[in-house]
């Protein structure tokens, strides 16, 4: 297994539509493995492939982090897509791509998601509150869209300079 270099916002590469997994193949076996590993050290309770440079629709997600505890509900899917979804959560969401920010963001509270495990099977995951988030987020990178996409302009722009300013004095 091996870290992954995370992309940071403002990267074009954040804003590119990631493609489809044909099979759940060795190689795609090893991303999201690296991409686990990526993701537990960082540490995130998500990280999608365009992330981390790779243009495939594959993320991993472990909410069970969140609190810091030690029970791990580990999610690696390939092709995830929403099928079903209702409600409206607001949740304060951050992102390894957007490092050190939060911003209250609409989804919906829950979603059903169809996907290929890391065993090339398909699953069908019902999610709801954090998951849900979640699956809704690393989703979005597939698709080139980062949580403050769904914020105000203006709110987006002061981040986004922040950031800029940031790498420069890197
Ligand atoms: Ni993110």
């Known amino acids: 297994m091996a ?6 916002a403002p990267d074009k590469r954040l804003k590119l539509k990631a493609d ?7 190689d795609i076996v090893k ?31 472990d909410v069970e982090t969140y609190d810091g ?13 929403i099928i079903e979804q209702e409600g409206e959560i607001v949740w304060a969401e951050g ?10 963001v609409i989804r919906a ?8 495990n ?11 509150g954090l998951l849900a988030v979640c699956m809704q987020h690393e989703i979005d990178h597939l ?8 914020v105000s302009r203006l709110k987006r722009a002061i981040i986004l300079q922040k950031l800029k300013k940031r790498k420069k004095s890197e």
């Open 143 to 150: 698709d080139g869209q980062l949580f403050i996409d769904h």
């Open 109 to 116: 509270e829950r979603v059903v998601v169809h996907a290929l």
């Open 31 to 61: 991303l999201m493995d690296d991409m686990v590993e990526t993701m537990y050290a960082a540490p995130g309770i998500g990280l999608a492939a365009p992330q981390v440079n790779v243009l495939k629709r594959v993320i991993v997600i």
């Open 69 to 81: 505890g030690d029970s791990h509900n580990l999610l690696t899917l390939a092709n995830p897509e």
């Open 20 to 26: 489809p997994v044909d099979e759940v193949s060795a």
């Open 95 to 104: 992102c390894l791509s957007v490092p050190n920010f939060t911003e209250d």
């Open 118 to 128: 890391q065993d090339g099977d398909k699953v069908e995951i019902a999610a709801e």
């Open 3 to 8: 870290l992954l270099p995370i992309l940071t």
